[in-house]
């Protein structure tokens, strides 16, 4: 017998639609078009399909389903769910536990009122703990770098991904992406590619801090993040300072003895300010001995941003966890660690002028020896590791479960019933961090993320979703930030506004403390296109934005892997307080509709508002001086206002930025002086910079 029309047969079954026409109506009964057939899901990553319908004589459709062989279906904390996409169209998502390795029959329903289809969807999921891996980052080492600022203006990062069972990895970028990020990876099958950014003059003397948000695809539904800090290391010079200098600050730390252990180095410390510090002091680590030890350079080190423990940034305790050294060493051997630590104030905001940088030890480095003991006792199960050496005994291994995170499990090669409750044991071997394979306990869920975290009464608020229920202008108290069981890291949080005046000036701000876990914000609009965004890595985060009639979506988030935080949302909505155009609009927003300007005028009563600018012209003489001055006062950043000079062509830049002493520094007022060697019409133009909003008042003349 000829068994391939067999097959054949039973496979275009997974994709039949039955109709149940209901003889009440005379309608035809909906298809379902996508969704249905043979699909691949993996334990602890969330499968999502959409389905797509159509129905000739209806537009409202609605979409169910059936799952009898998922078990205890109802009493997941993440169970299968329709979430809708429209008319005539829902997303199935799915999140595997390790007890659902194996084929799965899943009905989908469709329903216009009178008539009934159905389409059966195969789902086989697959295990993903050792034999089919996480793609994994092994460069760039540790959590960030530091741009020394004084010796070089850009940045490279070579980015190195490994996969053990994946011909392909796609590595890229995460929103939001700062402007002037650039990523290239030359192909899939190469596991690596190169990062690139040149800082303008305007980001230094925005930030300290930047994030780099890495993901690696292997397309194969696993996606790896890596959260990577880039610290712009800036030549603070208090020599020329013209208002009060104010005081460095002080750093009180003991170093650490010689110790013998497999586990990760925590170094402690204190760090306070009269006025505060600018942000979570940073503590540069060695393995390897630095060149000058008197003098040491920040490129030769790993940087690790601390976490606040206890006090504030005016007067806190610090600590930070820095990998073990001694990690493929033998018993009885040593590593030395080598570090230092910084601390920057902020007495002159919106400037670095008067800010001060304390380094501790100064003219210096501590040091101390760690060793690997002869005898070990390894971490417990879901322990967190780097390798197998940290974990319980010599068969215990260290394994990625969730995105790059891993953790110990407990060997059950010879002893399957030794697995404790809420785990199994493994059919086969899985394989380590260090490449050993052996069978392991490994949590039912497939992850050992704690699920202790409480979720809010607002959960599960996890997508940009229309039918979530607007929120209003308040203070919404005791939300959490927990650890979503897909990516291992923070479960985001929607929140939806709908706004009905013209014009409406939000303010958002979440408030939490750093040391409990790092915790970003993003706005989008109904599209999910980011408008804005604030993805610090200090205490709490602030957007303020002027948006149109409309509804927008405020995205909770976080990179930060086994998070559990609380936090409050202040919601400020403001109608009619946004920027407002002066008497000059519609006129004089390019420079062909420029405004005349003649040496001596001076004009007030003047605005820029978000993505406006302001054109004047001005007729000039060979050898004139052309002196621009533009007054307006700037206590953030969002108020900065930049001038220009083009030539007569009205697209040629005569003074580009970003020149702090010929109209485009980040304070309060600006200045423009240009020599004219060419008699003609030139083009002024007041923009504000990265959409500033602000008042001014404008002069011109001749000198």
């Given at each position: ?93 799915f999140t595997p536990l390790a007890s659902d390795v194996g084929e799965h ?228 051997e040593s590593k030395t660690v080598y570090y230092f630590i910084e601390a ?279 050898e004139d001086i052309l002196w621009v001055e533009m007054l307006f006062d ?70």
């Amino acid at each position: 017998m000829n068994k391939l029309p067999l097959i054949i047969t039973i496979l275009s079954g997974l994709f039949l639609l039955s109709g149940c026409d209901d003889s009440s109506s005379s309608g035809n009964p909906p298809q379902i078009i996508q969704g249905g057939g043979l699909q691949q899901a993996y334990v602890g990553v969330e499968f999502s399909v959409q389905i797509v319908a159509v129905d000739s004589d209806s537009d409202n459709l609605d979409f169910s389903f059936e799952a009898p062989d998922i078990d205890d279906i109802d009493n997941r904390s993440h169970p299968p769910t329709l979430m809708s996409a429209g008319a005539k169209s829902a997303y199935f998502r799915f999140t595997p536990l390790a007890s659902d390795v194996g084929e799965h029959h899943v009905t989908i329903f469709v329903s216009d009122g009178s008539n009934k289809s159905s389409a059966t969807m195969t789902i086989n999921v697959n295990s993903s703990t050792g034999t089919n891996p996480f793609p994994v980052f092994v460069s760039p080492l540790g959590s960030g770098t530091t741009l020394d600022l004084s010796k070089h203006t850009c940045i490279d990062v070579e980015i190195l991904v490994e996969d053990t069972d994946s011909n392909t990895v796609d590595i890229s970028m995460s929103d939001p992406i700062v402007d002037g990020y650039q990523l290239v990876q030359d192909s899939p099958q190469d596991f690596e590619a190169i990062f690139s950014w040149c800082p303008t003059k305007k980001q230094i003397e925005e930030s300290e801090r930047y994030t780099l948000n890495l993901v690696a695809d292997d397309r194969e539904g696993h996606l790896t993040h890596k959260r990577y800090v880039i610290i712009l290391r800036r030549d603070l010079n208090n020599e020329d300072c013209q208002d009060d200098p104010g005081t460095p600050p002080e750093i009180s730390h003991q170093e650490p003895a010689d110790v013998e252990s497999v586990e990760d180095l925590t170094i402690s410390f204190s760090a306070s300010d009269d006025l505060g510090l600018i942000s979570a002091p940073v503590v540069y680590y060695a393995t390897e001995s630095p060149s000058s030890v008197t003098d040491p350079d920040p490129n030769e080190f790993i940087p690790v941003s601390s976490s606040l423990v206890s006090g504030d940034n005016q007067s806190g305790e610090y600590q930070v966890v820095i990998p073990n050294p001694i990690i493929g060493l033998s018993p009885g051997e040593s590593k030395t660690v080598y570090y230092f630590i910084e601390a920057e104030d902020n007495d002159d905001p919106g400037s670095s002028q008067c800010d001060h940088r304390t380094t501790l030890p100064e003219g210096g480095i501590f040091q101390f020896t760690i060793t690997y003991p002869e005898n070990s006792q390894g971490a417990e199960l879901c322990a967190s590791c780097a390798s197998d050496v940290q974990c319980g005994t010599s068969n215990d291994l260290c394994v990625y479960l969730t995105g790059s995170n891993s953790h110990c499990l407990l060997d059950c090669t010879d002893d399957p019933d030794i697995c404790p409750a809420d785990t199994y044991c493994s059919s086969e071997g899985v394989t380590s961090v260090d490449g050993n394979v052996r069978n392991q306990c490994i949590p039912d869920s497939g992850n050992c993320i704690d699920n202790s975290c409480q979720d809010d009464e607002y959960e599960e608020n996890d997508y940009l979703d229309s039918s979530l229920a607007a929120m209003s202008s308040g203070v919404y108290s005791d939300l959490a930030m927990c650890t979503d069981s897909i990516t291992g890291m923070g479960d985001p949080d929607w929140y939806k506004l709908s706004l009905n005046d013209e014009s409406t000036l939000a303010l958002f701000e979440a408030v939490f403390q750093q040391s409990q876990g790092d915790i970003d914000m993003e706005l989008h609009d109904a599209n999910g296109n980011s408008l804005d965004y604030s993805i610090s890595v200090t205490d709490n985060e602030t957007i303020i934005k002027c948006l149109p009639a409309g509804d927008y979506y405020l995205n909770i988030f976080s990179w930060e892997s086994n998070i559990s935080a609380l936090y409050d949302l202040e919601i400020d909505l403001l109608p009619g307080g946004c920027c407002a155009d002066d008497f000059t609009e519609p006129d004089g927003n390019d420079y062909s509709s420029a405004l005349p300007a003649l040496p001596g005028d001076v004009i007030s009563d003047l605005s820029i508002c978000a993505s406006d600018e302001d054109w004047f012209i001005i007729d000039l003489e060979v050898e004139d001086i052309l002196w621009v001055e533009m007054l307006f006062d700037q206590n953030s950043y969002d108020q900065d206002l930049d001038v220009y000079l083009y030539d007569t062509d009205g697209t040629t830049v005569l003074t580009p930025c970003c020149d702090p002493d010929n109209g485009q520094s980040s304070t309060s007022d600006e200045e423009l002086l240009y020599s004219i060697e060419t008699a003609g019409t030139y083009y002024i133009q007041v923009i504000g910079y990265d959409n500033s909003e602000n008042s001014y008042m404008i002069s011109f003349d001749v000198i």
